[in-house]
């Protein structure tokens, strides 16, 4: 740029560089278009470089570039675009010359998702938000999607025992985070905390993970935010490659295999198939075996379409089945049995190590078939349109009598059927937009065979939304973005309640007009009819400050009507000892939220800070409302609410190369949340916590090593839910106080990983692993872990893992 | 403007969507509990030929004092019930018998001393009693109560406590106790 002999004139807008020189018989011109190899639509900004010169053009709106005033000779051409691999090419010039050029998407990080199967760009670019791959994810050691996200600050997990995990977003999770797979959302009873989301993450290659509401084109009601999965785009190519993993663990004594197979047609056609399955016996804790702890799962998935840059389709089945046991130590008969497995050290029941798993245990299936088809017009606009129907089973067993332990206690069948149409990619000056509609229809049916009262009732559920997405780019230096979702949710439920309780909540007044006139012995068949109107939003800015520092500020508004569970739930759950009542008087939430992320890249460290600060008002949460004397007891009741609630916190990243074959990891995250109206901390909100990483990875060798430490600390705030029973001791009722309220104390948990890279002669590579967790074999319990109450968290597990492509 | 009359074609046609579906789900089958207990009742015949029967029944939570004599063999049989559909009584107990192997039944007394022993008609498993019918003898005069358990898969049949015995409770209940000369 400082030659004093080149002028440059730029068109604004247009990224059309003109470039002149002053000389003799120097007046031959080099012109041409650059193209992508896929599809032929013209490169826009890519650079053509003379190597060696100062001559330079970069290509505009039509691809076109030229370089005027070269002499004659032998140069060497270079071709670059931030999204394409760069290219060499030897020229010899003798006259003016026309060419044409193509270049070919590369595949790196960002890439991913800017040609993901499902067309994902960053989901909204003025929210910070992180994409990890999956392969990187698995090199972890994790079994679960959820397990992965303990290495990303600001998410952690809510686990009801070791196999069952769900997300935790900026300390929310259930309804309010959002699963997307393969462009719709995921619906499998997602309300309840132990029910891991029916996802085979293993079948897909990207995971994003956006802290708040800013997927308005999924959702608006998913105020902690939403995890995206997805695969990447198809190569046009004739090609057939397959990936293959093993993955052995001492702990459980069980392991992982999965496969993937793909055939690409060169004319855009492709077909592939994943399957994964895993079987693990019971897991143990540093001390003693975790009864009952053994799980099985398999899943298989088959998809087919036909992908042409610039239209397309394809079609997808998938089938998931997990099998997980449940510790046998956590079923409990009443508060009795509570307060005894809180005052003891070790689970009540260690059995020898097993593969059976019996009750209480869960079976979960979920199909789902999606048909996608998209095409981009000559304006560029961009059509899709997708169906997708899925099918999710849910059975839970429990230890019965008479024999009906194998009848399930819970056996529930959910069918939604989802509808989407979107237009993006609309521009108008500076402007860019992107709307839509999303339409559902569920259906949820209860097995009145299990001789249980539901869980869940028979419900349908409708919900129509519409949103629209605008950005103004002016620069590449700032953005401005914003988007409005408007969602319509109707419930049409059928449930019975016991006469009682129907009268002493005062149902019978206020919800009169549900009342059906049918009942059967001492319960009424009540049909409870709800509308809601959502209105969810955001807006924020994304400016660059410098070359390698963003700043990212917006706002979100997120709407979210009560889930069926919140409004319905209706039972015992065993391992709380709680009885839980929905509530049909509650109203949606509505959340505010704003985030600010700071980040950093410099070539030898980074450094990201993303603090967030929201208010919820009707925030929907369950507490205890007293106790109830039943036949086996008494039990605390536990009923759903709902109050004001203030979150707010901060997540931290930083890494640091120290020398050349060194770098070192910090993240960590924090959050406060406060029960405002009644003055007391929220439920289960993850404590501080902390990682730290040392990767060793030599130059020119093909092995790393990583050592990796998670620190938790103790939450100390925590409402009390504490209550008091009467128990016979010595001949006299004394009173005790079962504590289910107290944290556990913090803990940390080294692990490390060996990893070594081969490549055969074909260029594949295969990788192999050792890890390590929870080297030191240290004993703790985890906060967010619901069966914290009866055991400690896993032990030393070692990990060999086997990677191979063909 | 192209793309506002789309935006307003979509909003016409989201709105149409939300009235033109309207479609019921059929009425669900009541479900009858099973293993729902509702009533305990407990029979005491004292030797000198008095009886009394104690039903606890769930709906009034409570039930009448058990009425026993110092120093006297009490026979006390105890029957579980399920009365939640009155047209279709059924008779736990038979459950408990037919898994004796799982079962036991365990009395815990507050403020008063009873002793409780297998009585001689008692369901046995093995040389266990599950004390469906016991002997009870209390060693001296006052009020209490007895908390009545029947436990479901105890981890150690012989323990004394009701923390000892293991397992979970399919039954907890507090039953008044007066003893008398």
Same mark, same amino acid.
């Given at each position: 740029?400082?030659?004093?002999?080149?002028?440059?004139?730029?068109?604004?807008?247009?990224?059309?560089?003109?470039?002149?020189?002053?000389?003799?018989?120097?007046?031959?011109?080099?012109?041409?278009?650059?193209?992508?190899?896929?599809?032929?639509?013209?490169?826009?900004?890519?650079?053509?470089?003379?190597?060696?010169?100062?001559?330079?053009?970069?290509?505009?709106?039509?691809?076109?570039?030229?370089?005027?005033?070269?002499?004659?000779?032998?140069?060497?051409?270079?071709?670059?675009?931030?999204?394409?691999?760069?290219?060499?090419?030897?020229?010899?010039?003798?006259?003016?010359?026309?060419?044409?050029?193509?270049?070919?998407?590369?595949?790196?990080?960002?890439?991913?998702?800017?040609?993901?199967?499902?067309?994902?760009?960053?989901?909204?670019?003025?929210?910070?938000?992180?994409?990890?791959?999956?392969?990187?994810?698995?090199?972890?050691?994790?079994?679960?999607?959820?397990?992965?996200?303990?290495?990303?600050?600001?998410?952690?997990?809510?686990?009801?025992?070791?196999?069952?995990?769900?997300?935790?977003?900026?300390?929310?999770?259930?309804?309010?985070?959002?699963?997307?797979?393969?462009?719709?959302?995921?619906?499998?009873?997602?309300?309840?905390?132990?029910?891991?989301?029916?996802?085979?993450?293993?079948?897909?290659?990207?995971?994003?993970?956006?802290?708040?509401?800013?997927?308005?084109?999924?959702?608006?009601?998913?105020? !902690?935010?939403?995890?995206?999965?997805? /695969?990447?785009?198809?190569?046009?190519?004739?090609?057939?490659?397959?990936?293959?993993?093993?993955?052995?663990?001492?702990?459980?004594?069980?392991?992982?295999?999965?496969?993937?197979?793909?055939?690409?047609?060169?004319?855009?056609?492709?077909?592939?198939?994943?399957?994964?399955?895993?079987?693990?016996?019971?897991?143990? /804790?540093?001390?003693?075996?975790?009864?009952?702890?053994?799980?099985?799962?398999?899943?298989?998935?088959?998809?087919?379409?036909?992908?042409?840059?610039?239209?397309?389709?394809?079609?997808?089945?998938?089938?998931?089945?997990?099998? +997980?046991?449940?510790?046998?130590?956590?079923?409990?008969?009443?508060?009795?049995?509570?307060?005894?497995?809180?005052?003891?050290?070790?689970?009540?029941?260690?059995?020898?190590?097993?593969?059976?798993?019996?009750?209480?245990?869960?079976?979960?299936?979920?199909?789902?078939?999606?048909?996608?088809?998209?095409?981009?017009?000559?304006?560029?606009?961009?059509?899709?349109?997708?169906?997708?129907?899925?099918?999710?089973?849910?059975?839970?067993?429990?230890?019965?009598?008479?024999?009906?332990?194998?009848?399930?206690?819970?056996?529930?069948?959910?069918?939604?059927?989802?509808?989407?149409?979107?237009?993006?990619?609309?521009?108008?000056?500076?402007?860019?937009?992107?709307?839509?509609?999303?339409?559902?229809?569920?259906?949820?049916?209860?097995?009145?065979?299990?001789?249980?009262?539901?869980?869940?009732?028979?419900?349908?559920?409708?919900?129509?939304?519409?949103?629209?997405?605008?950005?103004?780019?002016?620069?590449?230096?700032?953005?401005?973005?914003?988007?409005?979702?408007?969602?319509?949710?109707?419930?049409? !439920?059928?449930?019975?309640?016991?006469?009682?309780?129907?009268?002493?909540?005062?149902?019978?007044?206020?919800?009169?007009?549900?009342?059906?006139?049918?009942?059967?012995?001492?319960?009424?068949?009540?049909? +409870?009819?709800?509308?809601?109107?959502?209105?969810?939003?955001?807006?924020?800015?994304?400016?660059?400050?410098?070359?390698?520092?963003?700043?990212?500020?917006?706002?979100?508004?997120?709407?979210?009507?009560?889930?069926?569970?919140?409004?319905?739930?209706?039972?015992?759950?065993?391992?709380? !000892?709680?009885?839980?009542?929905?509530?049909?008087?509650?109203?949606?939430?509505?959340?505010?939220?704003?985030?600010?992320?700071?980040?950093?890249?410099?070539?030898?460290?980074?450094?990201?800070?993303?603090?967030?600060?929201?208010?919820?008002?009707?925030?929907?949460?369950?507490?205890?409302?007293?106790?109830?004397?039943?036949?086996?007891?008494?039990?605390?009741?536990?009923?759903?609410?709902?109050?004001?609630?203030?979150?707010?916190?901060?997540?931290?990243?930083?890494?640091?190369?120290?020398?050349?074959?060194?770098?070192?990891?910090?993240?960590?995250?924090?959050?406060?949340?406060?029960?405002?109206?009644?003055?007391?901390?929220?439920?289960?909100? +993850?404590?501080?916590?902390?990682?730290?990483?040392?990767?060793?990875? +030599?130059?020119?060798?093909?092995?790393?090593?990583?050592?990796?430490?998670?620190?938790?600390?103790?939450?100390?705030?925590?409402?009390?839910?504490?209550?008091?029973?009467?128990?016979?001791?010595?001949?006299?009722?004394?009173?005790?106080?079962?504590?289910?309220?107290?944290?556990?104390?913090?803990?940390?948990?080294?692990?490390?990983?060996?990893?070594?890279?081969?490549?055969?002669?074909?260029?594949?590579?295969?990788?192999?692993?050792?890890?390590?967790?929870?080297?030191?074999?240290?004993?703790?319990?985890?906060?967010?872990?619901?069966?914290?109450?009866?055991?400690?968290?896993?032990?030393?597990?070692?990990?060999?893992?086997?990677?191979?492509?063909? | 403007?192209?793309?506002?009359?789309?935006?307003?074609?979509?909003?016409?046609?989201?709105?149409?969507?939300?009235?033109?579906?309207?479609?019921?789900?059929?009425?669900?089958?009541?479900?009858?509990?099973?293993?729902?207990?509702?009533?305990?009742?407990?029979?005491?015949?004292?030797?000198?030929?008095?009886?009394?029967?104690?039903?606890?029944?769930?709906?009034?939570?409570?039930?009448?004092?058990?009425?026993?004599?110092?120093?006297?063999?009490?026979?006390?049989?105890?029957?579980?019930?399920?009365?939640?559909?009155?047209?279709?009584?059924?008779?736990?107990?038979?459950?408990?018998?037919?898994?004796?192997?799982?079962?036991?039944?365990?009395?815990?007394?507050?403020?008063?001393?009873?002793?409780?022993?297998?009585?001689?008609?008692?369901?046995?498993?093995?040389?266990?009693?599950?004390?469906?019918?016991?002997?009870?003898?209390?060693?001296?005069?006052?009020?209490?109560?007895?908390?009545?358990?029947?436990?479901?898969?105890?981890?150690?049949?012989?323990?004394?406590?009701?923390?000892?015995?293991?397992?979970?409770?399919?039954?907890?209940?507090?039953?008044?106790?007066?003893?008398?000369?």
């Amino acid at each position: 740029m400082k030659h004093k002999s080149i002028h440059f004139y730029i068109v604004l807008n247009c990224l059309f560089i003109w470039n002149f020189t002053y000389g003799q018989e120097c007046n031959l011109f080099l012109k041409g278009i650059v193209t992508d190899f896929h599809d032929d639509s013209f490169l826009i900004g890519a650079l053509v470089k003379i190597e060696g010169t100062n001559f330079f053009s970069q290509t505009n709106l039509n691809g076109e570039f030229e370089i005027e005033g070269i002499c004659p000779g032998r140069y060497v051409l270079n071709i670059s675009h931030p999204n394409c691999k760069s290219k060499t090419k030897n020229i010899n010039l003798k006259d003016n010359k026309i060419f044409d050029l193509k270049l070919e998407h590369h595949i790196n990080e960002l890439e991913e998702i800017i040609v993901s199967d499902s067309r994902l760009s960053r989901t909204r670019k003025s929210v910070q938000e992180v994409l990890v791959d999956i392969s990187e994810i698995n090199s972890y050691g994790s079994n679960t999607l959820v397990d992965a996200l303990n290495y990303i600050p600001g998410a952690s997990i809510l686990k009801t025992g070791n196999s069952i995990g769900k997300p935790v977003i900026h300390g929310m999770y259930g309804s309010r985070v959002g699963i997307v797979t393969d462009g719709f959302r995921q619906y499998d009873q997602q309300w309840g905390p132990d029910h891991a989301p029916n996802v085979d993450f293993d079948s897909f290659e990207t995971i994003q993970l956006i802290k708040g509401a800013a997927a308005l084109k999924y959702g608006g009601d998913t105020s !902690a935010g939403s995890i995206i999965l997805s /695969s990447k785009r198809k190569v046009l190519r004739d090609t057939l490659f397959g990936t293959s993993f093993i993955n052995l663990e001492s702990n459980g004594w069980g392991g992982k295999f999965g496969s993937r197979l793909e055939k690409n047609y060169s004319n855009g056609f492709y077909i592939n198939g994943n399957f994964t399955g895993k079987r693990y016996g019971d897991l143990n /804790s540093p001390n003693y075996i975790l009864s009952n702890t053994g799980f099985k799962e398999v899943d298989f998935s088959i998809k087919l379409g036909k992908d042409l840059v610039s239209k397309g389709w394809n079609l997808k089945y998938s089938n998931y089945n997990l099998e +997980p046991g449940i510790l046998k130590a956590s079923h409990i008969g009443n508060v009795q049995d509570l307060f005894f497995a809180l005052n003891s050290s070790e689970p009540s029941i260690i059995d020898d190590f097993t593969y059976n798993v019996g009750a209480p245990n869960q079976r979960a299936s979920h199909q789902r078939l999606t048909f996608k088809y998209f095409r981009s017009f000559k304006n560029d606009v961009k059509l899709d349109f997708g169906y997708s129907y899925q099918n999710n089973k849910r059975k839970e067993f429990d230890i019965r009598r008479g024999g009906r332990t194998n009848v399930p206690v819970v056996d529930l069948l959910l069918k939604t059927h989802n509808l989407m149409l979107g237009f993006s990619n609309i521009k108008m000056e500076n402007w860019d937009f992107e709307f839509g509609y999303n339409g559902l229809i569920q259906d949820n049916f209860s097995t009145p065979d299990t001789g249980v009262k539901r869980l869940i009732p028979d419900y349908i559920k409708f919900e129509n939304g519409i949103y629209i997405l605008g950005s103004y780019q002016e620069s590449n230096s700032f953005l401005w973005e914003w988007g409005l979702r408007l969602d319509h949710v109707f419930y049409d !439920a059928k449930k019975y309640y016991y006469k009682s309780v129907w009268e002493e909540r005062n149902y019978d007044v206020l919800f009169n007009q549900f009342e059906t006139g049918t009942d059967f012995a001492n319960q009424i068949l009540v049909n +409870p009819k709800f509308n809601y109107l959502n209105v969810s939003a955001q807006t924020g800015i994304s400016k660059k400050i410098s070359d390698n520092s963003e700043f990212n500020i917006s706002y979100i508004l997120s709407q979210r009507a009560p889930n069926p569970s919140e409004l319905f739930s209706d039972g015992l759950h065993h391992a709380m !000892a709680a009885i839980e009542y929905g509530n049909l008087s509650i109203n949606p939430e509505t959340s505010h939220k704003f985030l600010l992320s700071l980040s950093k890249t410099k070539p030898n460290y980074n450094w990201s800070l993303e603090p967030f600060i929201s208010k919820t008002f009707n925030y929907i949460f369950i507490e205890p409302t007293g106790l109830k004397q039943t036949i086996r007891g008494a039990f605390p009741v536990w009923t759903y609410k709902s109050t004001d609630a203030f979150l707010t916190g901060i997540d931290l990243n930083y890494s640091q190369s120290i020398i050349e074959n060194l770098s070192f990891d910090i993240g960590a995250s924090y959050v406060y949340a406060q029960d405002i109206l009644n003055s007391e901390p929220l439920i289960l909100i +993850p404590p501080l916590n902390s990682f730290q990483k040392l990767k060793f990875s +030599p130059k020119k060798s093909k092995w790393t090593f990583e050592i990796s430490n998670h620190i938790s600390a103790k939450q100390n705030r925590f409402p009390d839910s504490n209550f008091i029973f009467d128990y016979i001791e010595d001949g006299t009722i004394v009173s005790k106080t079962v504590d289910i309220s107290e944290s556990p104390s913090g803990f940390h948990r080294l692990d490390a990983i060996f990893s070594l890279q081969i490549r055969n002669q074909k260029n594949l590579t295969t990788n192999l692993r050792l890890i390590a967790q929870n080297i030191l074999n240290s004993e703790y319990r985890d906060y967010l872990n619901r069966m914290r109450y009866y055991s400690s968290e896993l032990g030393r597990n070692l990990q060999i893992q086997l990677n191979f492509n063909y | 403007m192209k793309f506002f009359t789309k935006f307003s074609k979509a909003k016409i046609l989201f709105l149409a969507f939300i009235f033109t579906i309207s479609c019921s789900k059929d009425d669900p089958d009541a479900v009858n509990e099973q293993e729902f207990i509702s009533n305990v009742i407990l029979t005491i015949e004292s030797a000198d030929g008095t009886s009394q029967t104690v039903d606890w029944d769930l709906s009034e939570m409570n039930s009448q004092t058990i009425n026993l004599k110092v120093n006297t063999d009490h026979n006390v049989g105890i029957r579980f019930i399920n009365s939640s559909d009155p047209n279709d009584i059924e008779d736990v107990t038979l459950e408990v018998i037919a898994e004796a192997d799982e079962h036991q039944v365990f009395y815990e007394f507050a403020d008063v001393s009873v002793n409780v022993t297998s009585a001689s008609n008692d369901t046995k498993d093995g040389g266990r009693g599950v004390l469906l019918n016991s002997v009870w003898n209390a060693s001296s005069m006052g009020t209490g109560l007895v908390r009545v358990y029947l436990i479901h898969q105890p981890t150690n049949f012989n323990a004394t406590t009701r923390d000892g015995l293991g397992g979970f409770n399919d039954v907890a209940i507090d039953i008044p106790v007066s003893i008398v000369e």
